[in-house]
């Protein structure tokens, strides 16, 4: 990607969707300009991060990945996630406002907003539902789902986590202080566009929704698009190697 040599530096905070863990980040450093820092945040439960119980509330969750980034340099940043990091991302945004530490950018992807209902819960399934629901979103490689001993280590971080986006609701706190981008999957079953699209009512400072190919995972299959979104985004004047008509929609206000 192509971009003004003298950008200002900025830090992307990265999000993982339910069960992700910080490599779903891996390879963006290596395809995004280098004036973007990509700093994927590790949720306990997974990762270095192993040994550490997971979360099944967002409050102290999003405390603590607040107190992570204050820790950091007061560098120009955005927050991006996906699925259950979407959520995640716009409450941790907002509980840095509270501490003078307001974003430049949030991206949303593949999450229905906040005042909707989840629209296939899952976390009360049995473990053969269970397996039979991550199935069909397709995040997780079936040599993982047919594996019980994998699977009884991965239940409990799933569970969790899916219990933290089955149960969101929206914490209370400040509207949103800056530009929201929100992406979706054109066949998302579990996020589709519309629920995507509501969260255009969080974002009184700016807001702009893309349709992308793919299911719940087009964070994999559409990343090029993806990317070429969130640096056009960043710096307005950057040329991206993706192409504008690969976008099925696109929305601004």
């Known amino acids: 990607m192509r971009c003004?040599?003298?950008?200002?530096?900025?830090?992307?905070?990265?999000?993982?969707?339910?069960g992700g863990s910080a490599r779903v980040y891996a390879g963006w450093a290596r395809e995004l300009?280098?004036?973007?820092?990509?700093r994927p945040l590790e949720l306990p439960g997974r990762g270095l991060r192993f040994d550490e119980p997971?979360?099944?509330?967002?409050?102290?969750?999003?405390?603590?990945?607040?107190?992570?980034?204050?820790?950091?340099?007061?560098?120009?940043?955005?927050?991006?996630?996906?699925?259950?990091?979407?959520?995640?991302?716009?409450?941790?945004v907002r509980r840095l406002q509270e501490h003078d530490r307001p974003a430049e950018r949030l991206f949303v992807a593949g999450a229905g907003a906040?005042?909707?209902?989840?629209?296939?819960?899952?976390?009360?399934?049995?473990?053969?539902?269970?397996?039979?629901?991550?199935?069909e979103l397709g995040g997780t490689p079936p040599e993982i789902?047919?594996?019980?001993?994998?699977?009884?280590?991965l239940l409990p971080v799933l569970r969790?986590?899916?219990?933290?986006?089955?149960?969101?609701?929206g914490l209370p706190g400040p509207d949103l202080a800056c530009p929201l981008v929100a992406a979706a999957g054109e066949r998302d079953p579990d996020a589709p566009p519309a629920d995507v699209a509501a969260w255009r009512r969080y974002a009184p400072r700016g807001f702009?929704?893309?349709?992308?190919?793919?299911?719940?995972?087009?964070l994999d299959s559409a990343r090029a698009e993806l990317l070429g979104l969130i640096v056009a985004a960043l710096c307005p004047g950057c040329a991206t190697a993706a192409p504008a008509s690969t976008n099925r929609k696109v929305a601004t206000s």
């Open 54 to 92: 997971p979360h099944t509330a967002m409050e102290p969750l999003v405390a603590e990945l607040r107190d992570t980034v204050c820790a950091a340099p007061p560098l120009p940043f955005a927050v991006f996630g996906h699925s259950l990091g979407g959520m995640l991302g716009y409450e941790l």
């Open 33 to 38: 300009p280098d004036w973007i820092e990509v």
């Open 114 to 135: 906040p005042h909707l209902p989840r629209r296939k819960p899952a976390h009360h399934l049995d473990v053969a539902g269970f397996r039979a629901h991550l199935a």
């Open 145 to 153: 789902l047919a594996n019980d001993e994998l699977m009884d280590l």
């Open 4 to 18: 003004a040599a003298d950008h200002e530096r900025t830090t992307l905070y990265c999000l993982p969707y339910a």
């Open 208 to 218: 702009a929704f893309h349709v992308l190919p793919g299911d719940h995972f087009f």
């Open 160 to 169: 969790a986590d899916f219990t933290l986006a089955d149960t969101y609701q």
